[in-house]
């Protein structure tokens, strides 16, 4: 198995390989280790933000700048950033990552979570979000998959993590 | 001071500043006032993010000042956004907060605890070092210098402007659909900075 912190290093990795400069981001439980990695790493930006709305807009803003962004965050976050997603990053047509938890699915225990366990993905389809779920160490690529493909498509992709990626392993 | 008679002041001081302008009256009234389709983006479809999406650009671009506005009904919003925009620091960045006591857009709806809002306030218990007001166009003709001249860090203005009246809420909103002001704005700033916005390698 491979350890929760080499995963969050090599995500972190992935998104500077990828073109990533800068990193807005509100914590989940998840990727705390992610967020400790990203701000480690001396080739992303890390900026800690006040709600998930702000990371979208920092991030889109960032486009214009010319920097690669991506936006880090839970599934509940993810959940309250509709608005915020949909109206600036599909009306203007700005690409950006979105790095996301799958929270509520099989091994997660927080009963908080069922409510993403039970319409996460069907939102994101609903509003024609193309997803791609990374499970695994060897899928880590598709981070930078998922950003070029945000670049070429002008609007967001969201990349959602696993919990036995994030944590090695579902919980009994 | 009269909204309009406020954005023609700093419309009559920009010279390369890149502007951001939110959801609300603050779109309609530069537009009216500049016709200006290049040097702008008009973030209308966005309730309190104009601050966030300016600090991106900003941070691209730290030989460029930007101008951010919003109203005080979309800084109401999300007022944490200065919690970050101080963590960042950002001195190429000035925030004009337009406050008209009001949700302008909507008919100049009222606005929670209006009366009591006390903007600056709010931004120096948050850490802002550089907090501006100006209520009046005299004071803002004499002090607009100070407030302009970031080198210490981020810039924090609160204009309070009188609510649009009703035949001002009738002025044209900038007539330009998303992806037309991506790419206007988009290429001006390539041209005017040489960073590479649109032809990234993929």
């Given amino acids: 198995m491979t350890e929760p912190s080499e995963i969050s290093r090599r995500i972190a990795e992935e998104l500077a390989a990828c073109g990533v ?33 702000s990371a979208v807009g920092l991030c889109s803003g960032a486009y214009f700048g010319g ?36 929270r509520g699915t099989f091994g997660d225990h927080h009963k908080h979570h069922v409510s993403n366990g039970l319409y996460l993905e069907p939102v994101l389809d609903a509003i024609d979000l193309p997803y791609l779920i990374v499970d695994r160490p060897d ?16 609007r967001p992709v969201v990349v959602a993590l696993t919990r036995s990626l994030l ?5 009994p | 001071m009269r909204y309009r008679d406020c954005f023609a002041h700093l419309a009559s001081r920009q010279t390369d500043q890149f502007v951001v302008t939110s959801a609300g009256n603050s779109g309609q009234i530069w537009w009216d006032v500049t016709r200006d389709h ?26 460029r000042q930007v101008w951010a506005f919003m109203g005080d009904g979309a800084f109401c919003m999300n007022p944490g956004m200065l919690m970050v925009e101080r963590q960042m620091n950002l001195p190429n960045l000035v925030h004009f907060l337009v406050s008209n006591r009001r949700y302008g857009a909507t008919s100049n709806a009222a ?15 948050m850490g802002l070092a550089r907090v501006f007001e100006f209520a ?57 900075t040489g960073v590479k916005i649109f032809d990234h390698a993929l």
């Avoid at chain 1, 599934?75 to 996301?100: D, R």
């Avoid at chain 1, 944590?167 to 919980?171: S, T, V």
């Avoid at chain 2, 606005?111 to 218990?125: E, M, S, T, V």
């Fill in chain 2, 38 to 63: 290049e040097r702008v983006f008009y973030l209308d479809a966005s309730m309190s993010l104009s601050t966030m999406f300016a600090s991106g650009i900003a941070m691209g671009h730290p030989e």
């Fill in chain 2, 136 to 192: 009046s166009l005299e004071a803002l003709e004499s002090g607009l210098d100070a407030a302009l001249d970031g080198a210490d860090g981020h810039t924090f203005v609160v204009l309070e402007v009188e609510p649009l009246s009703d035949a001002e809420q009738k002025l044209p909103q900038p007539p330009m659909d998303g992806p037309e002001l991506k790419y206007l704005f988009g290429r001006h700033v390539e041209r005017s």
């Fill in chain 1, 21 to 53: 400069g800068l990193v807005a981001s509100l914590p989940d439980n998840w990727i705390t280790g992610v967020m400790d990695a990203i701000e480690r790493n001396n080739q992303l930006t890390h900026v800690p933000v006040n709600r998930e709305e």
């Fill in chain 1, 167 to 171: 944590k090695g392993g579902h919980q």
């Fill in chain 1, 67 to 102: 920097i690669g962004a991506a936006a880090l965050m839970g599934a509940s976050g993810f959940m309250t950033s509709i608005y915020a997603i949909t109206k600036i990053n599909y009306t203007y047509e700005v690409p950006l990552l979105i790095v996301i938890t799958l």
């Fill in chain 2, 111 to 125: 606005l929670p605890n209006q009366a009591a809002n006390d903007y600056a306030a709010i931004a120096r218990g």
């Fill in chain 1, 139 to 154: 899928e880590l690529h598709r981070i930078g998959e998922a950003y070029r493909h945000s670049r070429t498509f002008s």
